[in-house]
């Protein structure tokens, strides 16, 4: 009985240290808050009662002391100053000790506590000190919704919970058993609907179940604000810190995995990446440096960014330091890429501090971060500015337990492969994938980038089998980790499915080739694909530097892209109808959850990441909870279109009929016998513009006057339309009188009409005199520049 | 009285009394799912109640050349550090508290069975080899004879 009082009382008040630290700090920054006080008093208040009924005095005598002190403050007996915090603050880090002993042993160990109570006393006489070293933003409605809401909750122990959570994984199993059974006896219609209530009932259980799981990630960020706090003081450095986010829930299993890694981070961040107060200023920048750390949501993974305002990582530096210390040679820091120069910082052995430091160098690298990461499913990802800051963004699945798989055949049987490793999905048939057997290797390339390839059959130990349909054969390119990257063939791709991971007996997951095993709805276990595994297994170097389109090879690349020019991406469109668009305008086919689409000023648009695009749809679709986009890029800007399925890729008939008028379809082909719609990117991108000029607005007619051999109309015009103006050529009619015209000094003079303000352009880069106003005509800017001016004049 | 209580079983041709302090209960599986590249006395994967149970083939640990797995085949479904595992069975015969004591193995076994044999126990007239089932999980496989 006493036990369980204990336990309780151990948990709670763990909760309430780690709350009561960040608040303190909180406080500190801004002593007048008030409220900050209130609930720091309340904290402390807490504990003492409760230590007070399982009698345990050194608990309760620390709890009065500060909470004593709190009160002073409260009643305006005292200044709230760094000194009086610090002191309460040693008071909150004993309890947080006696805490550990008493879980350990179960009883509270003796001592004395008389020095960090007595230093609460001590601070009386300390003036007020003057400005508090660390602002910390925490909202102060953060603190008090926390506290309403652990007013609506309880405590229940995690073996129950997970329980619950096979209790409900068995229960689903037996359903999908019974709704087997059922269906083969025929059972009538409402036994069957009534089954399907149950079984929507269950569906509902296993959501609430998972998310009992969940916890807010506001947990993980909770002792922040302390450590940078501490690590600030003792280096002398000056942090706002804040955090966002805190809402996004992650596996509370997940979320023990990346602690310390992102603890390591920060204390990084302090350390390393924040200057010295002079080194801020001599860089123009504020005394008081930033550090955020921010989680989002995207898809099923949680990213949290912690971002600073440092002095960002020094290529140059990293490749120094990794020479002094070995862990690269002269050659090899030769061929490293900005990136790979970057990354260095995740080799085992290297360590960016000059000297190691009591702060960072604890025997924990970012190695270990990178590490730790990769085993639960996560990246770590470096965006570098150097000289204005660093960001590491840590990439993680939303649990460890759940995760989205695809399945594929080999051998006759079904494997897992995560999801969140693949790249790209191709039939070994389609035109765009090419097979080399190299000195008994296989190469597969696609679009120009080549790939090692892996059977897998082959990398599990057996055959192809002869008897599987060869154009069932599918390419997988996966990307195991970060500048790695493979293909896999596969016998088929069956479909994917949100699939439960469990661990595999020990002695199969010593093969290296499997990350667990999982359940799926048919109730026969399937073995989840270690991606990085298959690989070592294979000894294949995925490693991409260097690859064809690196160097040497990269006119091989773009003579294969030349190819892909007359490639043809055929995809069933939304209205279920067979389209075709050529494939080098398709950047990548995205698949986003329908809750990204929304409509803004009457338009469809569709947020990815971090970035905002148009989509061509007249409304956002309903009823779906996916949607594929196509990606259309022209190199500046990127439209999305919204398609059922991609169906294949071929090759672009010669013969094509064109559409009569200028639209969404360019034209009609004939593919296998079958009609299919060209989608004219042209228009497309046209109706969306690049966001310089609104569609709506009237687009400037510039007329082309004389053309030179078509120089005009292949060179000039796209330019010109592409920024913004409409083009005609000398002899087209047109009933508009154009806004401006232009012409070529060397061309046969053309009809040159003498209302319309003329742009002359010169072949040669010098001009023939001074007063030669014309513009040499590979000068973008300045020809742009004077048709803009004359396009003005002419309307003003 | 739980150390008295054994499991008799023909496992890989000869009557064995396990322990039953490591065994969780006595199932019939249908086809296991083949793990590729797994160790040989891994005999597949099979799903139990929302549990994965990983199969062992005792034949292969014992030294012998692996058994086909029928539809229906009894296994014994055991514990080993969290692990769920079943052991393929040729046949159980039953549970029974063996009141003789455990005596140490007299005689020359085949090396595959003086591996994982503990002792012997007298039953019902019979010298039976008695056997910690999380041998059979634990042991590297002996080469085939």
Known sequence: MIDDLLNDFLAETAEIL??????????????????????????????????????????????????????????????????????????????????????????????????????????????????????????????????????RSIRVPLPLLDSVMTGVTDIVLARNEFARMLRESGADASVIASFDRLSDSIAGMRQSVSQMRMQRIDKLFAPLPRIVRDLAQDLGKKIRFSTSGGEVELDREMMENIRDPLIHIVRNAIDHGIEPLDERVAAGKGVTANIAVSARQSGNQIEIEVRDDG???????????????????????????????????????????????????????????????????????????????????????????????????????????????????????????????????????????????????????????????????????????????????????HDHEELVIKPAAPMIMATGLYAGTTLPDNGRPVLLLDVQGLLAAAGVDASEAGRSHDADVEAAAEAAAARDAAQLLLFCDVGGQMRGVRLSVIERVEEVPAAALFESAGAVQVKIGSDIFPVHAAAVPRGRDAVKLLRLHDGQSVLCYPIEAVIDIVRLPDAVQTAPAPGLIAGVVLIGGQPVELIDPFWLMAQYGTGQAAPSLRQPLCRIAADADGWASNFLAPILRSAGYRVIGGDEASEERPDVQLCLTEAASGPIASDVPLVRLRASPAATGPEDDSIYRYDRAALLEALRRQVAGGRS | MMEKLYLIARIADTRVALRSRAINSVVTVGTPVHVPAAPPHVAGLFALRSRVF??????????????????????????????????????????????????????????????????????????LLVVDPSHFVTLPVAKAA
């Not at chain 1, 402390?44 to 002391?65: D, E, N, Q, Y």
């Not at chain 1, 100053?81 to 160990?109: F, K, Q, Y």
């Not at chain 1, 989205?404 to 080999?410: E, H, I, K, N, Y």
């Open chain 2, 54 to 127: 990983t199969l062992i083939d005792p034949h292969v640990v014992i030294g012998l050349p692996p058994v086909p797995v029928a539809p229906g085949q009894r296994v014994i479904v055991v514990d080993v550090a969290e692990h769920g595992y079943a052991l393929l069975a040729d046949a159980i015969e039953d549970v029974c508290f063996i009141e003789a004591p455990e005596t140490r193995v007299a005689g020359k076994l085949l090396p595959g069975w003086a591996r994982v044999a503990d002792a012997m126990i007298e039953h019902e007239g019979h010298s």
């Open chain 1, 311 to 493: 002095r960002g990582l020094s290529p140059d530096a990293l490749v120094a330091k990794a020479l002094s210390v070995r862990v690269i040679g002269a050659a090899e820091a030769k061929a490293l890429s900005p990136r790979e120069k970057l990354e260095l910082i995740f080799r085992p052995g290297f360590s960016t501090a000059a000297k190691i430091t009591a702060i960072s160098g604890r025997g924990v690298g970012m190695d270990i971060v990178k590490a730790n990461l990769e085993k639960i499913g996560g990246v770590v990802e470096l965006r570098n500015d150097e000289g204005r800051g660093l960001s590491i963004v840590l990439r993680v699945p939303m649990t460890l337990t759940i995760i989205s798989g695809l399945m594929v055949r080999a051998s006759g049987q079904y494997f897992a492969i995560p999801r969140g490793s693949v790249r790209e999905i191709l039939l070994e048939t389609s035109d765009s994938v090419r097979i080399d057997r190299i000195g008994g290797g296989e190469l597969v390339t696609v679009r120009g980038e080549q790939f090692p390839l892996l059977r897998l059959e082959q990398v599990l130990g057996g055959e192809v089998d002869a008897s599987e349909d060869r154009d069932d054969r599918a390419i997988i390119l996966i990307r195991p980790g970060q500048g790695m990257s493979y293909a896999l063939s596969v016998a088929a791709i």
């Open chain 1, 18 to 151: 780690a709350e009561a630290g960040g608040a303190l700090v909180a406080w500190e920054a801004d002593p007048a808050d008030r409220a900050q006080l209130d609930a720091i008093f309340r904290l402390v208040h807490t504990i003492k009662g409760s230590s007070g009924f399982l009698s345990l005095p050194r608990v309760t005598a620390l709890s009065h002391a500060a909470e004593d002190a709190l009160d002073q403050v409260r009643r305006g007996n005292r200044p709230a100053n760094a000194a009086l915090v610090t002191a309460v603050l040693a008071i909150i880090d004993r309890l947080s000790g006696l805490c550990t002993a008493l879980g350990n042993s179960g009883t509270e160990p003796p001592g004395d506590d008389s020095d960090v109570i007595g230093a609460l006393a001590l601070v009386d006489d300390t003036p007020v000190a003057a400005a508090a070293p660390v602002e910390v933003e925490a909202t102060e409605e953060d603190i008090n919704t926390d506290l309403l809401q652990s007013w």
